[in-house]
T-cell receptor, first 113, second 112 residues
């Protein structure tokens, strides 16, 4: 069964450093997402990506964040100048179309120290 | 973003009984609704969905009911099994809305 793959599973970084979280969405999917879940809190939408551009982003997704789909298969989330409050599980998801379910990866646990 | 609300943070049910999880939404443009299950340190896993043209969708032990006039949906799990112990998220989207909006989740504990 096709699945969304995320690497790394766990990333520890120093405050102020840049991190890149990587995702390989399901190949025939057209919509791509990043969500995050701070420990004990709800799953929060960060950004959606369609047709090689950001289609929607939340208030959380400020200039510190960027996404890219560099080679038609990988989908990355870059976080510049990380802060302690960026520590969370980051989930990548992909979706075939509008009335279909989104498939989530296993997540990357980002710990900023 | 409080467009999807799950007002019960937790639910405890005995094995073999029915689990009923509730979800309310405020955005009348939502027309596709989903339930996800999540174990700790894993990504959400899709369970079942329903579009706004239906009021019920069933898949094995899982049934989702949609009441559009009340902007309310529920997930019934029957019979509940120990492996159902997890966090359940309700999510919704609109046709022209690229994202899924999630509720805060309900933690279900199935007691043996």
């Amino acid at each position: 069964e096709p699945e969304v793959t995320q690497t790394p599973s766990h990333q520890v970084t120093q405050m102020g450093q840049e991190v890149i979280l990587r995702c390989v969405p399901i190949s025939n999917h057209l919509y791509f997402y990043w969500y995050r879940q701070i420990l004990g809190q709800k799953v929060e939408f960060l950004v959606s990506f369609y047709n090689n551009e950001i289609s929607e982003k939340s208030e959380i997704f400020d200039d510190q964040f960027s996404v890219e789909r560099p080679d038609g298969s990988n989908f990355t989330l870059k976080i510049r100048s990380t802060k302690l409050e960026d520590s969370a599980m980051y989930f990548c998801a992909s979706r075939e179309g509008g009335y279909t379910e989104a498939f989530f990866g296993q997540g990357t646990r980002l710990t900023v120290v | 973003d409080q467009q999807v609300k799950q007002n019960s943070p937790s639910l405890s049910v005995q094995e073999g009984r029915i689990s009923i999880l509730n979800c309310d939404y405020t955005n009348s443009m939502f027309d596709y609704f989903l339930w996800y299950k999540k174990y700790p340190a894993e990504g959400p896993t899709f369970l079942i969905s329903i579009s706004s043209i239906k009021d019920k969708n069933e898949d094995g032990r899982f049934t989702v009911f949609l009441n559009k006039s009340a902007k309310h949906l529920s997930l019934h799990i029957v019979p509940s099994q120990p492996g159902d112990s997890a966090v359940y998220f309700c999510a919704a989207s609109a046709l022209n809305d690229y994202k899924l909006s999630f509720g805060a989740g309900t933690t279900v504990t199935v007691r043996a």
